[in-house]
């Protein structure tokens, strides 16, 4: 865990996030489905993060990265995540809902976030 010091700030981030009653109103809220584009952004994000602490691990410690475990494990963790803390906040808050479309939004964001570290991985190796 020491090694992924981002990916647990992010993953930490995410549950906060999520689960805080309130938000003051921003002039983003004018744009069109803000809500799902956060979503999708902090689950990109989280994911490309975790991808880049591994791939910096593996380099540092001289060892093939093991893109298996990133895909097989870490991500559908991360999407039950999403989905889990939909349901936190459909069951749990008074203040927050929880809606499908959110959680295909985070779905969407790790899968994306996948896609662009294992892409990273991909050109690191090249060199």
């Not at 020491?2 to 809220?29: G, N, Q, R």
């Not at 990265?65 to 870490?74: A, K, N």
């Not at 959680?103 to 790790?110: I, K, P, R, T």
Request: charged share 15%; proline share 4%; glycine share 8%.
């Amino acid at each position: 865990m020491k090694h992924y010091p981002l990916s647990i700030l992010c993953v930490m981030a995410v549950w906060v996030l999520s689960l805080t009653p309130f938000f003051p109103e921003t002039p983003l809220d004018d744009v069109k489905f803000i809500d799902k584009w956060t979503h999708l952004v902090m689950y990109g994000g989280t994911t490309l993060v975790i991808w880049l602490e591994h791939l910096r691990l593996c380099h540092r410690r001289r060892q093939d990265v093991d893109s298996r475990t990133l895909s097989g494990i870490v991500m559908p963790l991360l999407v039950a995540m999403g989905g889990l803390l939909e349901v936190l906040q459909a069951t749990c808050t008074s203040t927050r809902n929880g809606d499908v479309v959110d959680f295909l939004a985070n779905m969407l964001g790790v899968l994306l976030g996948g896609l662009a570290g294992l892409l990273v991985g991909r050109m690191r190796n090249i060199d």
